[in-house]
Structure formats: structure tokens, C-alpha cells
């Protein structure tokens, strides 16, 4: 019912920073809550953080609080995923998933999801 599509990875220097962003289509974008979500090799899929259909709750993993900011625009039918101060553990395939609700942590709690986009961060 909802394609996700992220972009914006890339190879960044320790202390840097991107933006990533998650385009919807196939249905009401202003209904769905997205979260997003990383997974680094050999590890389990994390959950980063969170973004209610209105775009006024928020939730955040204790590991990226402060640094991680998710916002969206609605009438682009987009969300996006500021990340600043990157650190080499930050190092991961980033999704974003909808489907589920934005305080919900587990990957297993959502049923649609983007292709991923990789951020290497390099020491």
C-alpha cells in the first residue's frame, strides 16, 4: 500500500554530517507514522528514532538523542533524518519503515519498508 525510498548516504568524516530522506507514495502520507531504523554488519536491526503522522511526537534512541533529528514535510511526502556529530559506530544501512508507530522499537512492529541507504563514517 506504501513505497519507501531513502537517500542521501554517503562517506562523511568523523564530526560530520548528513541528511537523509525518506520519499512515500501509494498512499496518505500524512497518516503514517515512520521510523527509522539501522543495521551495521553482522548486527541486529536497530531502531534510531521516530515521527508521529503530525510531525509533533518524536522519539529517539538513547545513542543518537542530541544528535539525531527527524522532521517532516508533509506536502513533499517526505521524511527526513538530520544526523550530526557522526561518529564511526554511527556506521550502518539506514531504513525507514512505516506501517507501525513512531515509539514502537521494534523492527518486527512494522510492515513496510525502504531499500536502505548506506552512511559510512570514517575516523
Known amino acids: 500500500q506504501v513505497q519507501l525510498v531513502e537517500s542521501g548516504g554517503g562517506l562523511v568524516q568523523a564530526g560530520g554530517s548528513l541528511r537523509l530522506s525518506c520519499a512515500a507514495s501509494g498512499r496518505t502520507f500524512s497518516n503514517l507514522d515512520i521510523a527509522w531504523f539501522r543495521q551495521a554488519p553482522g548486527k541486529e536491526r536497530d531502531f534510531v528514532g521516530g515521527?508521529?503522522?503530525?510531525?509533533?511526537?518524536?522519539r529517539y534512541a538513547d545513542s543518537v538523542k542530541g544528535r539525531f533529528t527527524i522532521s517532516r514535510d508533509n506536502a513533499k511526502n517526505t521524511v527526513y533524518l538530520q544526523m550530526n556529530i557522526l561518529q564511526p559506530e554511527d556506521t550502518a544501512v539506514y531504513y525507514c519503515?512505516?506501517?507501525?508507530?513512531?515509539?514502537?522499537?521494534?523492527?518486527?512492529?512494522?510492515?513496510?519498508w525502504g531499500q536502505g541507504t548506506q552512511v559510512t563514517v570514517s575516523s
Open positions: 515521527i508521529s503522522w503530525t510531525g509533533k511526537n518524536t
Open positions: 519503515a512505516g506501517s507501525g508507530r513512531y515509539f514502537l522499537t521494534s523492527a518486527m512492529q512494522y510492515s513496510s
